[in-house]
């Protein structure tokens, strides 16, 4: 059971460069923008990294929550790239 939990978890952590490259662009604050919608609600966009093309996210009602749904997305992305040197330790016993 140890041993599929291992691979798995192994499989899991093993993104491709691509998907590497687009975390770490994710992970800057200066990529995200927005923009108001018709409707009222606020949109939540990061920018392309091939195009100068905007990636719709979230809609929220603020800005305010809009900006937290772009800070949270950034905290997650960044634990990401942590972990992607693997697990982290948080005891040991002796």
Do not use: C
Request: hydrophobic content about 35%; overall charge negative; aromatic content about 12%.
């Amino acid at each position: 059971m140890t041993f599929l939990y291992t691979s798995s978890f192994k499989a899991a952590t093993q993104p491709d460069q691509r998907m590497i490259n687009l975390w770490k662009h994710i992970t800057k604050k200066s990529n995200w923008r927005i923009v108001q919608l018709p409707n009222g609600f606020l949109q939540t966009e990061y920018k392309d990294m091939e195009s100068e093309d905007w990636i719709d996210v979230t809609r929220r009602e603020t800005i305010s929550s809009a900006e937290q749904a772009i800070d949270a997305s950034i905290e997650h992305y960044s634990k990401k790239l942590e972990f992607l040197e693997g697990p982290k330790v948080v005891k040991t016993f002796e």
